[in-house]
């Protein structure tokens, strides 16, 4: 194969509307913030990545005017020049010049992966080894903050047939008020549908035991990440007492961090993100430490729009299990798309392209229209 090189990097900030306020324990969205990766090469083909967060600084440790400067100033410069085909040489370059950075390097990775998919006329699951599935079947998060309005949202969704998995952000509230909510919305919809709860770390050790007692006994199937990443012993002991399996979401900031969890025995559900891990290639190395862990996975998202979501979704489909399914509905909250042909869904279920690459056309009128000035 003839040498192609990276020509530019742009890191592109997008202001979209959301279709509700969307609240979790330590912020609410009223919109969304994406970082849209856009790298070019030498044969003029150029690959799309998402560098997405949520709420700013709130949730990690990058947020999108950090990851755009980042990759302006410090990754963008290391990938300049380099041979466009060997992914593994370019983001070896930027893990030996750049700690952490996993959410700004997952829309590098992403990025590189698509351009490569594109020029080999494969899609990314095809470069990741092959998929053994085209679907993935997705939750939807309620969080509107009222039980009565996230029990119709529910109801319609059921309905519809777009989602039968449904998870709850709790945390922020006064925690007997957040049972109470979770418990009721169970009770609305009975075995029609899964429902799990997502804590965002805001308990401490103490009120979790309780909570997560109370939780699994009303038929709560799934506990995400009910206290501080930093609690390691307290992750293990709850992992041990909840009758409800415990998800580590937060917790996982790397793949050495997955790694850690495994050993400790903290948790008997990984959430996968690829912002977390470093792109959709990294997200399958701390995969890899699941399945060898005895550990169960789940597609998590960082309510990324439809690139960051199919990226992952790419590295999703080559999985053996996906026990607990996924969280790909990022693009679902938002009010408008800026890609051409937006992700499919249907029957409870995201539709991965077969188109080379991610399978993804920038819509460059409403990119224009949305991206920061
Ligand atoms: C999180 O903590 O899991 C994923 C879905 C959602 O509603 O929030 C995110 C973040
Ligand atoms: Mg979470």
Partial sequence: MSQVLIESVEAIIVDLPTIRPHKLAMHTMQNQTLVVIRLRCS????????????????????????????IDSHLAPLLIGQDANNINA?????????????????????ALLDAQGKRLGLPVSELLGGRVRDGLEVAWTLASGDTGKDIAEAEHMLEIRRHRI?????????????????????????????????VNQA?????????CRILGDNGIDLIEQPISRIN???????????????MADESIESVEDAFS??????????????????GPRAVLRTAQIAEAAGIALYGGTMLEGSIGTLASAHAFVTLKQLTWHTELFGPLLLTEEIVSEAPVYRDFQ????????????????????????
């Fill in 261 to 278: 969890l495994a050993a400790d025995g903290a948790a008997s559900i990984f959430a996968l993100k690829i912002a977390k891990n470093g």
């Fill in 43 to 70: 044969d003029g083909i150029e690959g799309l990545g998402e560098s997405t967060t949520i709420g700013g600084l709130a949730y990690g440790n990058e947020s999108p005017e950090s990851i755009k400067q980042n």
């Fill in 166 to 198: 449904f998870k709850l952000k709790i945390g922020a509230g006064e925690v007997n008020r957040d049972l109470k909510h979770v418990i009721a919305i169970k009770q609305a919809l009975g075995d029609n549908a899964s429902v799990r709860v997502d």
């Fill in 90 to 110: 370019a983001m070896l370059r930027l893990d030996k010049a750049a700690k952490g950075n996993t959410f700004a390097k997952s829309g590098l990775e992403s």
């Fill in 203 to 211: 308990w401490d050790e103490s009120v979790a035991l309780r909570a």
């Fill in 232 to 246: 390691r012993s307290g992750q293990v002991r709850l992992n041990q007492r909840s009758p409800a399996p415990i």
């Fill in 350 to 373: 995201l539709h991965v392209p077969r188109t080379p690459g991610l399978g993804l056309a920038l819509d460059e009128e409403r990119l224009a229209f949305f991206r920061r000035k």
